[in-house]
């Protein structure tokens, strides 16, 4: 105690001219209530002024004589001790004062009791939940599908310092090997480019060559496709020098018009360049396709190529072709030819091309060709080994029959080539450009037994990212198409993937953290009312649960006498006989489970050992292991040959804590289990398991209101599909079902502050800044900024200025940037240069 505060000084407060001691006043938003009237050396003061004062009580010796002051003085050792013995009934009264106010309750327990005065308990935590993936045995003699049940346990592989957490399967699951990792397409279709003079076929054993003939064919049944007409018809005028017929000719043929598309090409080879490093071999013609782009043909070569019977006979003897083979019937149209010699190779149903012209051959494989102007292109319908005697020739023939009719009389037997003997080639598929994105997903190869609403984990090196990182994703099948080869998904993939490295996983069910134990609770006493258990394993876990105003259900199932009794939320409201119990937890994580009196809920019936419970053990953030920890099977089905998280488990939630519980108390009685306005969304969003903020606004959409909420975990991280479906659930059993409501994350922004601080001299200045750093990170972090909040350099000031040992603040930069959106949140950034201080001199 100085000397200016010694009451037995003269001249202190506490002499004569000491004024009465004021009462505490308590302005609104005060962080704790000041209830106390005085210290302990207060306390001492005022007694010792009223020692010379007129005793309170008549006859009472008067103290006036008793001038003495000094500390050693019995009278005064007494003072001093009752003065003490106030000082701590003063600090007790301010600590009570302060838990009975929900604002300023320090105490656990004080806000569980305040908020238990309006209905509302305390929120137990939730459990995280993973999505498992289950690998099948695929060697030989392993069954085709595999059933694997619910509560299937699996453990997590921990980390250093850390503990392994149990998972369980929340539903059964049917699994099957074919779709234990199944690859998506990453090839696409070669297709025809107009244009186009190389193809990629499959394989290096193509036996092709250059000067080999190469049919695409489009139809099962080509047309024959002539040069254009306007040019056959000039060489009819050349015959018939007819003036007025030449007219009408020249009018037919304007306007001049580009030829079409064909529906089949005919190319021969200029080059084949087999690449054993891809295993495809490249054939490359000189005309360019006049083909329409993207279309898919069939590819042909066609092996034999051969001369028509009567092709080296006189001049004289040789007519057309199409009299070579019928005898002038008229318009009859060729259905056959005899090639000139035996073809047995060559079999009804393949391919043969027609060319009225010829090919003259280099050296070297190379090729320069003299090509006819009259293609045709037809489908065998039976082949005939013959001989034959005509134009003064005889010898053995290939009589080939089409399938379709075509007009030959341009096809001169001395120029007319047959290309035959087809063998279907596969062009080579190219990489797929496009990425897997979007709604749709199109695999491999066709998979049974898919179907709508089934699971998927999406894995993959996203687009845009550095090429090796593997990232997983969940998506739910919303329909099957093609056979099971395309998947169309409720919700479009949230990233892009390489085809090459992306693999969809099907075996795929939702697991939850928690442990089950059987635990025998005790023996019923229908004599007592009140009955209650505390389970003696902690912490229970909670589930996620859209169906509770809470999002969150216990897993606990209570058994009396082998009858399954319901849980409530409180036994206020029961009749006398309703079989139902209610769960309190205590401020140190454990549970009791609290029966009826006869009156509200029924009490329990006597018995020996006869309730029961069944619960699981594990809650909290603990549970959120990363990606690919949850790998050893504890309960292994027969079949399964292993299991994985691809993703990290989420949407934990720790035990309400106490600014959570002191905001979302008193909501409880705004939303009384409906939700109407706009504060109502938010209060039921922040009070949802695993929402550590939310902020609910109006927007319009161009038709009507929409209200949009935006979200958070109690991670800090934004609101993933799983919860937004679970909040949108729960919300859709308490509004208006004609109210659209929208739910999605929100924007994370970072600021950065330099600042030049003047420090005490007294102090260490590294202490001191680190002060001031740990009071930024407090103030401008997750847990106390609001979304849309800016931040000004007056409030940034102000919290550096709050650190003890702080002289001022000197403001060199505040790098902000715009003012945040409303689904923006503005947080001070995390890296250790975010904050430079810099200690200033003057």
Known sequence: ??????????????????????????????????????????????????????????????????????????????LDACAAVADVLCFYQERIANE?????????????????????EL????????????????????????????????????????????????????????????????????????????LRLQGLSTGLQAGDGLLLAAERQPKVELEPRELRLRREL???????????????KQPERRKEPEEWEFRILSRVEPRPADNVTVVAWREPLRWRTGAVATVYALRQRASVFGHNARKADLPELAAAVRANQGNAQVKAVDLDGAFAQIQAG??????????????????RRRYGRFLHAAQLRRVELLSR???????????????SAGDLSDFQVRYTTVYAQSEELVPAELPASALVRGTAIELAEPRSGLRAGQHLIVSGVPSGGDGETVESEHAVVAQVERGGRVLRLERALQRAYVPATTRVRA?????????????????????????SFVLRRAPLTFVEDPASARGSASTLELRVDGVRWTETPSLHDLDAVRASYALRNADDGRTTVQFGDGRNGARLPSGVENVRATYRVGLGPEGEVAAGKLTLLQTRPAGIRGVTNPIAASGAGSPEVLERARANAPRSVLTLDRVVSLRDYEAFARGFAGIGKAQAVALWSGERRVVHITAALENGRPIDEDKKR????????????????????????????????????????????AGVRARLREAFGFARREFGQPVSAAEAIAVMQSEPGVLFVHLESLSTGPAPGRSELLLLDESEDAVRLEVATA
Request: glycine residues 8%.
């Open 389 to 403: 005697a005509d134009y003064g020739l005889s010898g053995k023939v290939t009589s080939l029959h089409f399938r």
């Open 123 to 198: 929120g137990p935590g939730v459990a995280a939940s993973a999505w498992l993936a289950f690998e099948v045995e695929t060697a030989a003699g392993a069954p085709a599908s595999v059933d694997v049940p619910r509560g299937t346990r699996v453990q997590s592989v921990p980390g250093p310092g850390q503990k392994p957490q149990t998972f369980e399967t929340s539903e059964p699951l049917v699994a099957r090997p074919e779709w234990n990792a199944m690859p998506v397409r990453a090839t696409t279709a070669w297709r025809l480019e107009a244009g186009g003079v190389q």
């Open 507 to 531: 075996n795929v069910t939702r697991a939850t953290h928690g442990e089950s134990v059987a635990e025998v609770l005790g023996s019923g006493d229908a004599s007592q009312a009140h009955q």
């Open 1 to 78: 105690m100085s000397e200016q505060d010694d009451p037995r000084t003269p001249g202190s407060c506490c002499s004569e001219t000491a004024g009465a001691p004021e009462r505490p006043r308590n302005p609104p938003q005060l962080p704790a209530l000041r209830y106390r009237f005085g210290t302990q050396a207060a306390f001492l003061r005022r007694m010792i002024e009223r020692l010379p004062r007129p005793a309170p009580v008549a006859g009472a010796p008067r103290l006036s004589a008793l001038t003495t002051r000094a500390a050693d003085d019995p009278s005064i050792a007494l």
């Open 238 to 252: 050349e015959l018939r020098k007819e003036p007025e017929f030449r007219k009408v000719l020249e009018l037919r």
């Open 100 to 120: 009975g106010f929900l604002r300023t309750a320090a105490e656990r327990r004080s806000v569980l009791e305040l908020a238990r005065s309006v209905g509302y």
């Open 726 to 769: 679970a909040l949108l659930a729960g919300l859709a059993r308490h509004r208006d079902p004609d109210q659209q409501v929208l739910v999605d994350g929100f924007t994370e922004r970072r600021f950065r502050i330099h600042a030049r601080v003047g420090v005490d001299p007294r102090l260490r200045a590294e202490q001191v800044l």
């Open 350 to 367: 393949s391919w043969m091309v027609l060319s009225a012209g010829h090919v003259a051959f280099k050296e070297k494989s190379s090729v």
